[in-house]
């Protein structure tokens, strides 16, 4: 693989509207070698509701992998563990699944 090769690129609308959107390329300028942005989101509303992606610097005072939540409009961004692309998507995924809708 090489920098710029898409790794994930897909979506999934589940029953009500809200979808996910998964996407993430290789690339040496991110740290672990992936950018990445995983959301889980409202198209109609526009309303987000989880999001998983990363930086080339650390931000939001969460380092360089951050996981985005809005309870009740308001954004709380925390970071967490990057082990590898497959764990990190396992992750994103258990958690839309276990997301209360």
Request: aromatic residues 12%; proline residues 3%; without cysteine.
């Amino acid at each position: 693989m090489a920098d710029g090769d898409v790794l994930v690129d897909t979506e999934a609308t589940f029953q009500g509207g809200t979808r996910v959107r998964l996407f993430a390329v290789e690339s040496t300028d991110y740290p672990g070698g992936v950018n990445y942005r995983f959301q889980y989101y409202d198209p109609d509303s526009g309303r987000e509701f989880l999001r998983y992606d990363n930086s080339q610097v650390p931000t939001h005072g969460a380092g360089h992998h951050h996981r985005h939540e809005w309870i009740d409009g308001d954004e709380k961004v925390t970071g967490i563990e990057f082990e590898d692309l497959e764990t990190h998507l396992a992750d994103f995924r258990d958690e839309v699944t276990n997301y209360e809708r």
